[in-house]
């Protein structure tokens, strides 16, 4: 049942292209897109994995050798991008300077996990396009689409609610994600890895416990211990309205980063902005 239903999301994505991206951090989730692409997409598809390190001790080098020893078996191409090397500091640097201007008037400024989520995808994103892939699989379950769904409607964010869909009209500058496992729930996705004895990383990020998300996640498994199916119902309506939305706010068009190059609504990318409040509130920690 499990791995019908991922056929399915696959099938539902093409096509998907000749050179396909996993975004593949060693943990569970990642792991099992991993090997249900490998086994499912034709044998004609060029798979290449992009892992990204973002500096995190006693936890990211654990799971990124996890990441390793599969795309070896595999025989894949395996392409490790680091926090370090591009943007020049490590996530373990940022809260550094985070706990240094815990005076700062907006906290979140400097949580670990805006900066982590932000520069992660929009490493991703920049590494996809250097690479030449078509589309980019990652490892999203239905628990992580339903917060994601959740957080950014009670929030009124219309432009990342629909940013979110599925199936996104295709914007210049932005590789396709394809999520196979957006329908399957984390506990099943689990026990599929242990089923088919992969092994992954079972470690915890020592930053996860700052997560605003955590308390969406929790407010979801709430729901679904009273309403099961809950979540399934949530993402069926979200899936229809997310069409309705498009028409009713259109995208606006994009521009260039003036720093990085990649595609913003804005004079500078999220990534870009966040970066040189890092180096702004750094200065002042220092002064």
Not at 69 to 97: A, C, N, P, Q, S
Not at 156 to 177: A, E, N, Q, T
Not at 224 to 230: L, T
Request: glycine fraction near 6%; proline fraction near 7%.
């Amino acid at each position: 049942m499990f791995e019908a239903r991922t056929w399915k999301t696959f099938r539902s994505y093409e096509p998907l292209g000749q050179r396909v991206g996993v975004a593949l951090s060693g943990g569970k989730d990642s792991l099992v897109a991993l090997h249900l692409a490998h086994r499912y997409l034709p044998p004609s598809t060029e798979l290449v994995v992009i892992s990204i390190d973002e500096g995190i001790e006693g936890y990211r080098p654990t799971t990124l050798d996890e990441a390793k020893k599969h795309t070896e078996e595999l025989g894949l191409e395996h392409v490790v991008k680091t926090f370090k090397e591009v943007y020049g500091v490590t996530l373990d640097e940022i809260v550094k300077v985070s706990s240094r201007c815990s005076g700062d008037k907006d906290p979140k400024a400097f949580s670990p996990c805006t900066y982590c989520g932000v520069l992660r995808r929009h490493l991703l994103n920049r590494s996809a396009h250097e690479l030449g892939l078509d589309s980019l699989i990652t490892g999203h379950t239905l628990d992580d689409e339903t917060e994601t769904i959740l957080m950014n409607y009670l929030r009124g964010d219309l432009g990342h609610l629909m940013r979110g869909s599925p199936h996104p009209p295709k914007k210049p500058g932005f590789v396709p994600r394809v999520k196979p496992l957006r329908e399957a729930p984390q506990k099943e996705v689990t026990l599929y890895a242990l089923l088919t004895s992969l092994h992954p990383a079972y470690v915890e990020c020592p930053y996860a416990h700052l997560a605003v998300r955590n308390q969406y996640r929790e407010l979801l498994y709430n729901l679904e211990s009273w309403d099961p199916g809950v979540r399934y119902s949530m993402l069926r309506a979200y899936d229809q309205i997310v069409k309705a939305l498009r028409a009713y706010y259109p995208s606006p068009p994009l521009n260039r980063c003036h720093s990085c190059g990649e595609p913003t609504l804005h004079t500078l990318c999220r990534a870009c902005t966040l970066l040189e409040k890092l180096h702004l509130g750094s200065q002042g920690a220092e002064a």
